[in-house]
């Protein structure tokens, strides 16, 4: 069993940054892979951002890409999501996810990951 804990969410001002953290449990989390999604009101959860059991390797949405970073510290079992230039449209609940095998992963699709944490809030204000 994994489990995964969100925090770091807020209100922003357009342009402004945040960082979210999500830690997990588990004595192996560096064979893990991990995503980011994301659900605002009325619409589905989407992906948002994913980094491999192979640290250089990672993945975006293109609505985020150059301006989110996903990152993951093994030694503190933790995987982030920095998020800049933040956009009234980037506000939902973020959800942290982790895949904990190895087999026909798809970073993007919400169905590739076997773990969820219960998100955060990110609100940014226009």
């Known amino acids: 069993q994994v489990q995964l804990v969100e925090s770091g969410g807020g209100l922003v001002q357009a342009g402004g940054s945040l960082r979210l953290s999500c830690a997990a449990s588990g004595r192996t989390f560096s064979s893990y892979a991990m995503g980011w999604f994301r659900q605002a009101p009325g619409k589905e959860r989407e992906f948002v951002a994913a980094i491999s059991w192979s640290i250089s390797t990672t993945y975006y949405a293109d609505s985020v890409k150059g301006r989110f970073t996903i990152s993951r510290d093994n030694a503190k079992n933790t995987v982030y999501l920095q998020m800049n230039s933040l956009k009234p449209e980037d506000t939902a609940v973020y959800y942290c996810?982790?895949?904990?095998?190895?087999?026909?992963?798809?970073?993007?699709?919400?169905?590739?990951?076997?773990?969820w944490g219960q998100g955060t809030q990110v609100t940014v204000s226009s």
């Open positions: 996810a982790a895949r904990t095998y190895r087999s026909n992963w798809y970073p993007q699709s919400i169905h590739g990951y076997d773990y």
